[in-house]
């Protein structure tokens, strides 16, 4: 994936050789909905990544009640996140 600048670049160019005002407003929508998708899968990665440590450390021997309650409740609110992604 192009880094921002490159792809706002490429739209300002080909608005520039094609003057199509049409044209440059479905490729900057096409633009922002790559970048939220791209969003959107980086924060699905790090929510599942979170429930994974969160499982794996509330087995962890002598972890206090209190802590290991924290985190059920930290994994809890990342499932929430997953699920209202959909």
Do not use: H, K, W
Request: net charge negative; hydrophobic share 45%.
């Amino acid at each position: 994936m192009l880094p921002p600048e490159e792809r706002a670049s490429l739209i300002v160019d080909s608005f520039e050789r094609s003057g199509n005002l049409a044209a440059l407003g479905a490729l900057i929508a096409a633009a922002l909905r790559e970048a939220a998708e791209e969003e959107r899968t980086g924060v699905e990665t790090t929510l599942r990544l979170c429930v994974q440590v969160l499982d794996q450390a509330r087995s962890a021997p002598g972890l206090a009640r209190d802590l290991r309650a924290t985190m059920r409740a930290c994994r809890g609110l990342c499932l929430t996140g997953l699920d209202a992604r959909g």
